[in-house]
T-cell receptor, first 110, second 113 residues
């Protein structure tokens, strides 16, 4: 099945810094989502982005499906951005399940 | 904004007991899922459900697990005889007609003692 790898596994930032999180997937995908898991364990939808670029406030995401990767950009990070960021992708093979990546654990220091 | 709701938020159960986790998906959604996350690990797919039947399941979803949509609004996950290693956060998710974007509930934290 599809493998979804994320990097870096851990990231520590000072408040106000920018960062880029990467998601690589091993197979062709027709859907990709980014989630933020907050300290209470909730999975918050950030982006549905099978291709192209989207922006929402300080966050933006880009997926280059032909090269099998997606990037999540966080600008001017805040302590509330702390948590684990997951990408999840769905292959083109007719399945409707999403496979989650390994996650990036982000800690933003005040 | 519509949301997926799950109950209970936390349950402690004795090993060997049956557990039922409940979910109310978003009302016009057609695709339903259960995922689990063992503490500190990644989110793992368990099962997907469409058109009143299981459409796909992982190797984790063995005979001790079952799912049901008993009344057109609830979607349940039953674990017949819990083991210690079933301790995890269980997430329900649902997706619309195209099955594209899926939305997760807040999770049910199961502790087996």
């Amino acid at each position: 099945g599809i493998q979804v790898e994320q990097s870096p596994p851990d990231l520590i930032l000072q408040e106000g810094a920018n960062s880029t999180l990467r998601c690589n997937f091993s197979d062709s995908v027709n859907n990709l989502q980014w989630f933020h898991q907050n300290p209470w364990g909730q999975l918050i939808n950030l982006f549905y982005i099978p291709s192209g670029t989207k922006q929402n406030g300080r966050l933006s995401a880009t997926t280059v499906a032909t090269e099998r990767y997606s990037l999540l950009y966080i600008s001017s990070s805040q302590t509330t951005d702390s948590g684990v960021y997951f990408c999840a992708s769905r292959t083109t093979s007719g399945t409707y399940k999403y496979i989650f990546g390994t996650g990036t654990r982000l800690k933003v220091l005040a | 904004e519509p949301e997926v709701t799950q109950t209970p938020s936390h349950q402690v159960t004795q090993m060997g007991q049956e557990v039922i986790l409940r979910c109310v998906p978003i009302s016009n959604h057609l695709y339903f899922y259960w995922y689990r996350q063992i503490l500190g690990q990644k989110v793992e797919f368990l099962v997907s459900f469409y058109n009143n039947e299981i459409s796909e399941k992982s190797e984790i979803f063995d005979d001790q697990f079952s799912v049901e949509r008993p009344d057109g609004s609830n979607f349940t996950l039953k674990i017949r005889s819990t083991k210690l290693e079933d301790s995890a956060m269980y997430f329900c998710a649902s997706g619309g007609a195209s099955g594209n974007t899926i939305y997760f509930g807040e999770g049910s934290w199961l502790t087996v003692v």
